[in-house]
């Protein structure tokens, strides 16, 4: 779909939880965190940024970036969770503006690096990130679920 229309790219904000929400829903396949949750997490974590793309009244992409502190560094890290454009809206260079606007914001609060991890079979952001300026390091990453 060619949209005529540029997305604003911002700051999420407590008001823009069910549309989020929808979205996520979409992204994580009908995930379980509840609207409820997903406001007190807008509101609450400050370990976190959410970037929205959003066109007329609907969202239509975003960026999920955790800040990481630690008590081995005196710096911080970022660690970039999600990125995720409505299909329908893909190619248009919403992605890279995401990505673009939650730099900006890592570069205001003096963090340097981040990181991010990405499906092996995920071409076209691997693509994306690469064109970013992201090195690949092809670390592996290892999960547990209790």
């Known amino acids: 779909m ?11 904000q407590v008001s823009d ?10 992204f994580n396949d009908d995930d379980d965190t509840t609207l409820t949750e997903l406001e007190a997490s807008l509101r ?13 009244t609907m969202i239509v992409g975003v960026c999920c ?28 260079g919403i992605g890279t503006s995401l990505m673009n606007f939650a730099e900006q914001e890592l ?10 991890l990405v499906g092996e079979q995920n071409t076209k952001a691997q693509k994306l990130y690469l064109s970013l300026g992201f090195d690949d390091v092809k670390g592996k990453t290892y999960m547990k679920e209790k």
């Open 2 to 12: 060619n949209n005529i229309h540029h997305p604003t790219i911002r700051l999420a």
């Open 44 to 56: 609450e974590n400050n370990q976190e940024i959410v970037v929205c793309a959003e066109i007329g």
């Open 65 to 92: 970036v955790q800040i990481v502190r630690t008590m081995c560094f005196n710096w911080q890290y970022a660690n970039i969770t999600e990125v995720f454009v409505r299909e329908e809206y893909r190619n248009q």
């Open 107 to 116: 570069s205001k609060m003096g963090i340097k690096k981040t990181f991010l």
């Open 17 to 26: 939880a069910s549309k989020l929400k929808d979205l996520n829903d979409v």
